[in-house]
T-cell receptor, first 118, second 117 residues
Framework: AQSVTQPDIHITVSEGASLELRCNYS??????LFWYVQSPGQGLQLLLK??????LVQGIKGFEAEFKRSQSSFNLRKPSVHWSDAAEYFC????????????????FGRGTSLIVHP | GAVVSQHPSWVICKSGTSVKIECRSL??????MFWYRQFPKQSLMLMAT?????????EQGVEKDKFLINHASLTLSTLTVTSAHPEDSSFYIC?????????????FGPGTRLTVT
């Protein structure tokens, strides 16, 4: 079974500083990887996803993530954080072994709360 | 495109009553709909998946008789919390996939905040 680890519960950065949120997964084959952002009281918004191909993935809002098979990681990065980026970030992995009606069921990490100081 | 709505966005009910939450795919037909529960500062916990016209598949530990899921059409799924208790208070999020796009990707609703008093 697949699993996702987000080792940092909280990350605090200053506005304008760079950001990296860590995500490690456990799965035997190539997984499908996602990063979502959740603002307080809101649903999840997809930032980016990796299915195959180029291991450096560009997303919305200036975010990018790199799939590193050797490290089983899919870390999220942003070169310059804005105050509006403060939110909860979830990494998720989908895999062929967990499917319902043809749809893949993702496993979510516990989330990393991003705090941005002015 | 691929918008999912939920109604209501928040609801307060008294202990012992039932409450229904709707999840609609607004601009696509949903192949599968998913219901998640999220406690404060925690991750999403999958409760069940449902396909149109079929019985929902519940995750281990989720009470089927308490959380009734009806997937009556390709655009609507409902979650009914029966005989609600304060411990059922939570944030409920639905999502959907569609054969019109990539079944590996889910589209999430905005969530429903349930408070049981």
């Amino acid at each position: 079974a697949q699993s996702v680890t987000q080792p940092d519960i909280h990350i605090t950065v200053s506005e304008g500083a760079s950001l990296e949120l860590r995500c490690n997964y456990s799965y035997g084959a190539t997984p499908y990887l996602f990063w979502y952002v959740q603002s307080p009281g809101q649903g999840l918004q997809l930032l980016l996803k990796y299915f195959s191909g180029d291991t450096l993935v560009q997303g919305i809002k200036g975010f990018e993530a790199e799939f590193k098979r050797s490290q089983s990681s899919f870390n999220l990065r942003k070169p310059s954080v804005h105050w509006s980026d403060a939110a909860e970030y979830f990494c998720a992995v989908g895999a062929k072994g967990r499917v319902s009606g043809g749809s893949y069921i993702p496993t979510f990490g516990r989330g990393t709360s991003l705090i941005v100081h002015p | 495109g691929a918008v999912v709505s939920q109604h209501p966005s928040w609801v307060i009910c008294k202990s012992g009553t039932s409450v229904k939450i709707e999840c609609r795919s607004l601009d696509f037909q949903a192949t599968t709909m998913f219901w998640y529960r999220q406690f404060p500062k925690q991750s999403l916990m999958l409760m069940a998946t449902s396909n149109e016209g079929s019985k929902a598949t519940y995750e281990q530990g989720v009470e089927k008789d308490k959380f009734l899921i009806n997937h009556a059409s390709l655009t609507l799924s409902t979650l009914t919390v029966t005989s609600a208790h304060p411990e059922d208070s939570s944030f409920y999020i639905c999502s959907a996939t569609t054969e019109d796009r990539d079944l590996r990707e889910q589209y999430f609703g905005p969530g429903t905040r349930l408070t049981v008093t």
